[in-house]
């Protein structure tokens, strides 16, 4: 009992087991939703290497059997985009480093306007999937645990949660799992999260399946060079360039805000 008032006035944060043994019926409940959406997250993650999900969506063997597959797709058209949308909302909900080779692919199967609303449509779905999966399991129990430097990041992220987020998703400094998981530890809202996810990734996604539909000339042109095809041939600089514009574009308000608050201070 002491230990449950000592948990009650926030002194020191109930751990999982904690909360499981000591709580309510709708805690332990709750506890146990997390624990079992972890353990699917975990098992799925698991099952898709080992059944080598991530060397059958390598940028070579999916470029090894091009022909096949844009066959399928001929023969098969919307079975194939149903096929391609749930595949690629799997790849990013277990993080699966495939996306961007799904990407350039989607383009060379479907064309660029189809192709890229495939993938921002099945990109959008797999990124809050996995956003409210993390916030389900991790995102209270960090932010109980989180120190007064945490506490203040998080809450100037979220008075700025959408431009934050449309800066990450236009320029692509970090992995795309981890600005998928990172705003659910900082309480973002979900339509925060969603809208930004879905406009930040038009750019580079509409400009990788452009240039999926070019294939079979990158594979000419490294043939030619006696290079291994790889995803800096498509990674061109004037890409990156231009991604790099369009986040510096989009971040120009939180300069804005900071400059003048700075003025306002003087």
Known sequence: MQQRAINTEGDTPPTPSQALAEGSGEDRRKIAGRLLLLALLVAGGFAAYAFGLQRYLSLN???HHREALRLYVEAYPFQAAAVFFLLYVTVV???IPAASVLTIFAGFLFGCTVGGFLVVAA?????CLLFLAARSMFGDLLRRRAGP???RFADGFCRNAFVYL???RLAPIFPFFIVNIAPAFLAVKLRTFAIATLIGIIPATFAYTWL???LDEVIARAAAAGRVLSLSDFATPKLSVAL???ALIAALPLAFKWVWSRRKAI
């Open 61 to 63: 063997a999916l470029v």
């Open 212 to 214: 999926g539909g070019g």
């Open 93 to 95: 909900v277990f993080s």
């Open 244 to 246: 790099v514009a369009l």
């Open 123 to 127: 990109a959008s779905l797999g990124s």
């Open 166 to 168: 449309l800066v990450l």
């Open 149 to 151: 430097f945490l506490a």
